[in-house]
Nanobody
Framework: QVQLVESGGGLVQAGDSLRLSCAAS????????MGWFRQAPGKERVFVAA????????QYLDSVNGRFTISRDNAKSTVYLQMNSLKPEDTAVYYC????????????????????WGQGTQVTVSS
């Protein structure tokens, strides 16, 4: 059982940056692959970024690749999403997710693969 709590969302102007954090408790954080997803009003939740438990393997949604960076600090049981050059189309509720895995370099891009989800944090980007 893992509890995830996101923070760091807010209202920013296009071109600005935000760093989201996801703090985990109740499990062995280093044994979980982590991911970030987002959901805009009226749309389905979509994959944004993923990272393996080692931190050495990552994957990104094409539209955020080069602008967003996912990272993790296993000692602090926290995963981060650094978002630079934000665009209005990045506006959404952002969720972190955890997947227990034995794969040292494994990451997941499908929501159905994940075992645990946070409650989300709102990111709004104005033009």
């Amino acid at each position: 059982q893992v509890q995830l709590v996101e923070s760091g969302g807010g209202l920013v102007q296009a071109g600005d940056s935000l760093r989201l954090s996801c703090a985990a408790s109740g499990g062995t954080f280093s044994r979980h692959a982590m991911g970030w997803f987002r959901q805009a009003p009226g749309k389905e939740r979509v994959f944004v970024a993923a990272i393996s438990w080692s931190g050495g393997s990552t994957q990104y949604l094409d539209s955020v690749n080069g602008r967003f960076t996912i990272s993790r600090d296993n000692a602090k049981s926290t995963v981060y999403l650094q978002m630079n050059s934000l665009k209005p189309e990045d506006t959404a509720v952002y969720y972190c997710a955890a997947k227990q895995t034995r794969g040292f370099s494994t990451y997941y891009t499908r929501g159905l693969d994940y075992d645990y989800w946070g409650q989300g944090t709102q990111v709004t980007v104005s033009s």
